[in-house]
């Protein structure tokens, strides 16, 4: 059930979509820098002792490492980048873009992780994840199920620190974990209106000009664009756009294109059968030196190397 307030949203939508461009980055920052998350994601985990976390719709990072309530497990096994692909995998599984309601996925080890997806309409803005936990009690055998892998995936750590991680892991029953789910379906609800909110101050806060430009450029990002081909298409000056651009988006237009293709470039990687040239030159580089060299700036490996995390070896 989308909230009241969310009919406000698609009134200001035009025929081809959201009038107002604004990224789920951007929505998500903003989420977790409010008041309603941080009150609710601290009681939240304070009640069911999980790990909560609120991720963009595509990203490639592990969302409880490192936090309060990560499984112990789970810290021994990013120790590997191939532990980490297969983490990031099951990610993948469980966070689809088709997402309407909570999806749980188990991974290699045996762990449950869960995600509940925030929509507004038919716009995914990210999903709130829970996991790490173990909806049967873990026994000897799966233990050495999970060893066997662990040892595939070239953790190196001793039996003994293994055996006291795995047993030590969370366990939660089929009705704790529905309930767990329940009330995140809730909370999604109202960060979903949170969202409606974000993105009415958002309209009033941005020119339309860079509203269309944003708009311009995600449907020409694949072309060979130029900032003066920009600032016709929105009916100004090149330099009076520049510098508008600039200060109110925060990047330059050179870099704002060049992260948005990187990001498209993210996804493509992911289909081992596409070679990076062809990736390169189809999200709209000139040149494959140019496409290594910008996508090691911004995500600061190459693309190869980023490929190379997310297999499994």
Request: glycine share 4%; with cysteine; charged share 20%.
């Amino acid at each position: 059930m989308q909230p009241i307030i969310a009919r406000q949203a698609t009134a200001n939508r035009s025929p081809n979509g959201p009038a107002i461009n604004v990224s789920n980055r951007t929505l998500l920052e903003a989420m977790v820098k409010s008041r309603l998350y941080q009150d609710y994601a601290s009681a939240f985990s304070h009640l069911t002792g999980l790990p909560l976390a609120l991720q963009p719709a595509e990203t490639w990072q592990l969302p409880h490492h490192g936090r309060r309530h990560e499984n112990a497990l789970c810290a021994l096994m990013s120790q590997k980048s191939s532990s980490c692909a297969a983490c990031l995998q099951t990610q993948a599984r469980l966070c689809r873009p088709d997402a309407t309601g909570p999806q749980t996925a188990v991974c290699a080890l045996g762990l449950s992780d869960s995600a509940v997806p925030i929509r507004l309409n038919d716009r995914l803005i990210g999903f709130l994840q829970i996991g790490q936990v173990f909806r049967k009690a873990p026994t000897a055998a799966r233990f050495k199920k999970a060893a066997r892998q662990a040892e595939k995936w070239g953790i190196k750590t001793d039996r003994a620190t293994l055996k006291q991680a795995y047993f030590s892991g969370r366990v939660i029953t089929p009705k704790e974990h529905s309930s767990a789910l329940g009330l995140l379906n809730v909370f999604a609800q109202q960060l979903a209106a949170l969202t409606n909110h974000l993105l009415i101050q958002q309209e009033n806060a941005e020119p339309p000009i860079i509203t269309q430009a944003r708009r311009f450029i995600q449907d020409h990002q694949t072309e060979d664009i130029c900032l003066g081909q920009v600032a016709k298409a929105v009916h100004s000056s090149r330099f009076y756009f520049c510098k508008l651009f600039k200060r109110i988006v925060g990047n330059s237009f050179t870099d704002y294109v060049s992260r948005l293709r990187i990001e498209k470039s993210k996804n493509l990687l992911l289909n081992p059968n596409l070679h990076i040239a062809e990736i390169a030159y189809g999200i709209g580089f000139q040149s494959l030196t140019h496409f290594n060299r910008v996508f090691k700036r911004i995500q600061g490996l190459s693309p190869t190397e980023y490929r190379a995390q997310l297999v499994v070896n």
